[in-house]
């Protein structure tokens, strides 16, 4: 029976390494080879039982897609690697196979963050057009105002433009609940701050249909592809 081929950048995707897209850019490098030669066309086919590809002398294999929905605790960075950073959150998952972070979270913030090793699924999740919906539990440092917090609900101008969360509401005395689409790094702290407060504390308890639930902070649950083809609806 014949082996059905794919295209060098699913290949890539589907070991690990990168998406598609950045597939095609490491083709386009020079760094992909098949059979012990070096390739060019991002189109080329090949087949995953019998072809040897190596990216940047790295012999690759395809591995089981994983995804893992991890309660970051606030301390943690989700760079892969940081020789500065003593708490990765690489660290609170299995080491094999190789994941890495679905967008991220400032060191500070806790909550919901998805790791995968699915290029694919990394690049819809981070893509603008899918305008994923998450939702934060914030605590400031002093109570809003109705002034501050009508025009947090109205939209902001920040310095990377304008922000117009999808909900606002209060639900404490310093207590509040933010969704946002938005993926512009630190964008809710910057919020609060816009209007004279600051951030004490903030968890992300929500990403798409995807909820923390009881999932204690460390910890991480293995995620079904149904789930992730959920989210992406």
């Not at 994941?99 to 694919?120: A, E, F, Y």
Request: net charge positive; hydrophobic share 35%; aromatic share 4%.
């Amino acid at each position: 029976m014949k082996t059905e081929t794919i295209k060098i950048a699913k290949y890539i995707s589907q070991a690990g390494v990168a998406s598609r897209r950045k597939a095609e850019i490491l083709v386009g490098q020079g760094l992909v080879f098949v059979n012990g030669k070096k390739i060019s066309d991002v189109a080329r086919r090949v087949d995953p039982t019998s072809d040897k590809i190596t990216v940047a002398g790295k012999q690759l294999e395809i591995q089981k897609p994983v995804y893992y929905l991890l309660n970051k605790p606030a301390g943690y960075t989700c760079t892969l690697q940081d020789r500065h950073a003593r708490k990765l959150i690489i660290s609170l998952v299995p080491d094999k196979p190789k994941v890495w972070p679905v967008g991220r979270l400032d060191k500070m913030t806790s909550g919901l963050i998805l790791l995968t090793n699915d290029g694919d699924i990394t690049l819809k999740l981070t893509h603008p057009r899918h305008e994923i919906k998450k939702e934060y539990e914030i605590i400031s440092n002093l109570p809003l105002t109705q002034t501050e917090i009508k025009s947090i609900q109205n939209g902001l101008k920040l310095e990377d433009g304008f922000i117009k969360p999808d909900q606002f509401e209060v639900i404490g005395k310093k207590k509040y609940l933010i969704t946002i689409h938005s993926g512009k790094k630190r964008v809710v702290r910057r919020i609060i701050e816009k209007v004279g407060k600051s951030v004490v504390d903030l968890k992300r308890i929500r990403v798409g249909s995807l909820n923390l639930d009881s999932l204690p902070s460390g910890k991480y649950r293995e995620l079904s592809p149904q789930e992730i083809s959920r989210l992406l609806k």
